[in-house]
């Protein structure tokens, strides 16, 4: 059966299976509402692309995904297990930090602010977590990590720290990083809108080669370029809402909704 046209393109197998199911999600914020039910899901190996004008809610929700924030309302699962609590008699009881540790060890975050140690050079930076919190033996967290900065286009900077290396390679050490923890689903937020503009294909091209070897991703970007060549999905998001979803060329060539209409046509 071929895919619907609707449906992601390159980097989904054929009944590959939900990695990310969010149900109903709700997020206040005192008595702001800021996410007003969204549902969405993302396939294993699905690049999705999330867009929309700021405030909309985007950077909030990759947040309630590993729990950086706690939901007001709705479900979150990732790989089948929910995140952040357990429901019992239909009731949800938040998990202890050891566990949403554990959950999050899965799920590796990229932010617009590449927060690296600035006293740890880019080897040491990739090696923390797998050493510190995954207890693994440092000479194999240091071969796994200078394979990683290889894949990253850095492995000549191993030990540079990071105020010696530009923004964009800071990036990406943040992604190698990330990557350590063996993670099976990478959220990023903006990873590229703090960078000179020079610096963020290099950045873009990393993301692209991670998407093509099969690690499933939700990306909030502005890039619209990124999320036409390498999106499965484009969901466009405003008020708290998901407006619509779908193909990224089709969305972008024929936008369904005059607020997604609108708001391309200032980013274009
Ligand atoms: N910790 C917080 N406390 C209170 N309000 C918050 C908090 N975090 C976010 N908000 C508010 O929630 C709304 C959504 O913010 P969010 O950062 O999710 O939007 P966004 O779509 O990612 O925007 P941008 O593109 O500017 O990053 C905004 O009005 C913001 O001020």
């Known amino acids: 059966m071929s895919a619907p046209a609707t449906q992601g393109t390159h980097h989904v197998s054929p009944g590959a ?11 206040y914020f005192g008595q702001h509402h800021v996410l007003r039910g969204i549902d969405m899901t993302v396939k294993n190996g699905e690049v999705a692309v999330l867009i929309g004008p700021s405030g909309s809610g985007k950077s909030t929700l990759l947040r309630c995904i590993n729990h950086l924030e706690t939901i007001s309302a709705g479900r979150i699962r990732v790989d089948g297990e929910l995140i952040g609590y357990r429901e019992h008699a239909g009731k949800l009881h938040e998990l202890t930090v050891k ?12 932010f617009q602010r590449f927060n690296l140690f600035g006293h740890k050079t880019a080897l040491e930076n990739v090696i923390e977590a797998p050493v510190q919190v995954k207890g693994q033996n ?13 894949q990253v286009g850095l492995s000549d900077r191993a030990g540079h720290y990071p105020a010696q290396l530009s923004g964009g390679q800071q990036q990406r050490v943040a992604i190698a ?11 990023f937020d903006e990873p590229t809108s703090a960078l000179d503009p020079e610096l963020v294909g290099d950045v873009l091209n990393v993301m692209k080669d991670l998407a093509a070897s099969g690690m499933t991703m ?13 999106g499965d999905t484009l969901t466009f998001m405003d008020g708290g809402v998901v407006v619509e979803s779908g193909n990224p060329r089709e969305v972008i060539a024929n936008p369904q909704h005059e607020r997604t209409q609108a708001f391309l046509s200032k980013v274009l």
């Open 17 to 27: 299976k939900d990695l990310v199911r969010i149900e109903g999600v709700h997020k």
């Open 99 to 110: 566990e949403v540790a554990r959950q999050r060890r899965n799920i590796g975050m990229v």
């Open 138 to 150: 440092k000479a194999v967290a240091k071969k796994r990590a200078l394979e990683l900065l290889d």
């Open 177 to 187: 990083r990330a990557l350590a923890m063996e993670p099976e689903l990478m959220l």
């Open 218 to 230: 939700i990306v909030v970007t502005h890039e619209i370029g990124f999320a036409r060549e390498v």
